[in-house]
T-cell receptor, first 114, second 111 residues
């Protein structure tokens, strides 16, 4: 049973471009959580999704950020018109039920905006 | 605003030493406290603590929670170079899905 898979591991984007980060949950997991780790900061909750539903996006910046978890395929975190301040490590976690304490984290995508 | 503070932020020790990492918190609706180890990749789960005074142990690692004083400690005895990592403390509140993380303690164990 493969772990939580995130890709790409590293992503470089120029200011103004779009960044798409993918997260494939563990087999049998239908709950996905996205966290962001800014330099010198702790992980911050962004969004919690179940298949086809956004349950809580209270941690998402109001503009340019969106997330989805379609019926088929990975969860996607999309950042439009990236700015330097978006440079961070983005971690995804998945769990079989809606309990973050049972979640496994992926290895993260490190986004660098140049 | 919920707050989780870890100390020290970084630590360098020699192999064989014992270390104590600290985590204090101020949150509303506390449910549990979790410790993770992060080695430049996925945070991996170590312990979950919900009750005061009950020590959780796994090999050379142990942890305990004090809900009255709002803190937890993570002990590592007889440290090895493989223990070098960032140790993260996180608090779960009643939301059940949003963890509040501290900034982590970076531990370096030298041979």
């Amino acid at each position: 049973n493969a772990g939580v898979m995130q890709n790409p591991r590293h992503l470089v984007r120029r200011r103004g471009q779009e960044a798409r980060l993918r997260c494939s949950p563990m087999k049998g997991h239908s709950h996905v959580y996205w966290y962001r780790q800014l330099p010198e900061e702790g992980l911050k909750f962004m969004v919690y999704l179940q298949k086809e539903n956004i349950i809580d996006e209270s941690g998402m910046p109001k503009e340019r950020f969106s997330a989805e978890f379609p019926k088929e395929g990975p969860s996607i975190l999309r950042i439009q018109q990236v700015v330097r301040g978006d440079s961070a490590a983005y971690f995804c976690a998945s769990s079989p039920y809606g309990d973050i304490t049972e979640a496994f984290f992926g290895q993260g995508t490190r986004l660098t905006v140049v | 605003e919920d707050k989780v503070v870890q100390s020290p932020l970084s630590l360098v020790v020699h192999e064989g030493d014992t270390v104590t990492l600290n985590c204090s918190y101020e949150v509303t609706n506390f449910r549990s406290l979790l410790w993770y180890k992060q080695e430049k990749k996925a945070p991996t789960f170590l312990f979950m603590l919900t009750s005061s005074g009950i020590e959780k142990k796994s090999g050379r690692l142990s942890s305990i929670l004090d809900k009255k004083e709002l803190f937890s400690i993570l002990n590592i005895t007889a440290t090895q170079t493989g223990d070098s990592a960032v140790y993260l403390c996180a608090v779960e509140t009643n939301s059940g899905y949003a963890l509040n993380f501290g900034k982590g303690t970076s531990l370096l164990v030298t041979p």
